[in-house]
């Protein structure tokens, strides 16, 4: 999987849209957030069968579940290239330990990562990343 050329204009685009969405089941969460990003960086979408499939935590946890999966971080690793967090680079994803102990999906930019919080994306340090995935 490859970068688009002009990756790096789309990347700022989709934190734009997404800057000041609140947190939804389904709609904007993490999964749709870094499926969101992989669509703008690479043109493609990994996820695609599991998008559009829960509106709740409870759907959520049983779309985990059913693809045997603990955590979004269990399905990226099935699907995406896992790396160290340390090689991770702008436009990668990576996860983070969520508020609620649960591991979320967040994109890396730069010194820091962007993931969905309940009030919008909210920006954490890189050296919070637990878990990374090359995207492109």
Same mark, same amino acid.
């Given at each position: 999987m490859t970068?688009?050329?002009?990756?790096?204009?789309?990347?700022?685009r989709a934190f734009l849209m997404w800057k000041d969405k609140p947190f939804a089941w389904g709609?904007?969460?993490c999964f @749709?957030?870094?499926? +969101?990003?992989?669509l703008a960086v690479t043109g493609r979408m990994t996820f695609v069968d599991i998008l559009g499939s829960y509106n709740t935590e409870r759907q959520a946890l049983m779309v985990l579940a059913r693809n045997g999966w @603990?955590?979004?971080? +269990?399905?990226?690793?099935?699907?995406?290239?896992?790396?160290?967090?340390g090689f991770a680079r702008r436009g990668d994803l990576a996860s983070i330990k969520a508020e609620d102990r649960r591991e979320a999906m967040?994109?890396?930019?730069?010194?820091h990562l962007a993931a969905v919080t309940l009030e919008g994306l909210?920006?954490?340090?890189?050296?919070n990343a637990i878990r990374a995935w090359r995207n492109g």
């Amino acid at each position: 999987m490859t970068r688009r050329q002009d990756w790096e204009g789309r990347l700022f685009r989709a934190f734009l849209m997404w800057k000041d969405k609140p947190f939804a089941w389904g709609k904007h969460d993490c999964f @749709t957030w870094g499926s +969101d990003v992989e669509l703008a960086v690479t043109g493609r979408m990994t996820f695609v069968d599991i998008l559009g499939s829960y509106n709740t935590e409870r759907q959520a946890l049983m779309v985990l579940a059913r693809n045997g999966w @603990t955590s979004v971080g +269990d399905a990226a690793s099935e699907r995406l290239l896992e790396i160290k967090p340390g090689f991770a680079r702008r436009g990668d994803l990576a996860s983070i330990k969520a508020e609620d102990r649960r591991e979320a999906m967040g994109v890396v930019l730069g010194e820091h990562l962007a993931a969905v919080t309940l009030e919008g994306l909210k920006l954490f340090p890189r050296d919070n990343a637990i878990r990374a995935w090359r995207n492109g």
